[in-house]
């Protein structure tokens, strides 16, 4: 059996938590899981935990921590939520279905919680 904790501290020197927390969760069960839970592929999990993963580092911290450390933003439309539905709500493309789906999209689109928006600001 792999031990993901001791993989992921030998490849980060300093693990940050939410990397911790992604392997916690796969030594508690298996990569395939969480990465379907995360939604993200098995590949890409293993990547981060070995510190290899190239991709988009932001947008999958606020995934992880979202579901496996709890972390809460709090909206502008829905007050409190978890991390990760934020993000759901930040990907979710414009419909006009119903008000709640309009006021969503354009709340976060100037959100500060908005992940594209912290990237291009990085930029």
Do not use: F
């Not at 395939?32 to 890409?44: D, L, N």
């Not at 993963?53 to 947008?59: F, T």
């Not at 709890?70 to 493309?93: F, H, I, K, S, Y």
Request: proline share 5%.
């Amino acid at each position: 059996m792999t031990d993901n904790v001791a993989k992921a501290r030998a490849a980060w020197g300093e693990t940050p938590a939410w990397v911790l927390a992604l392997a916690q969760a796969c030594d508690a069960s298996n990569q395939v899981t969480v990465a379907r839970r995360i939604a993200y592929s098995p590949p890409t999990v293993s990547q981060v935990i070995s510190n290899t993963y190239r991709g988009d580092l932001v947008r999958l911290e606020a995934a992880v921590s979202g579901i496996y450390l709890a972390a809460t933003v709090d909206c502008p439309v829905l007050g409190e939520m978890a991390r990760n539905v934020c993000l759901e709500w930040q990907e979710r493309p414009y419909t006009d279905v119903s008000s709640l789906h309009i006021r969503m999209w354009r709340a976060c689109k100037q959100c500060p919680q908005r992940v594209r928006k912290a990237q291009e600001d990085a930029a």
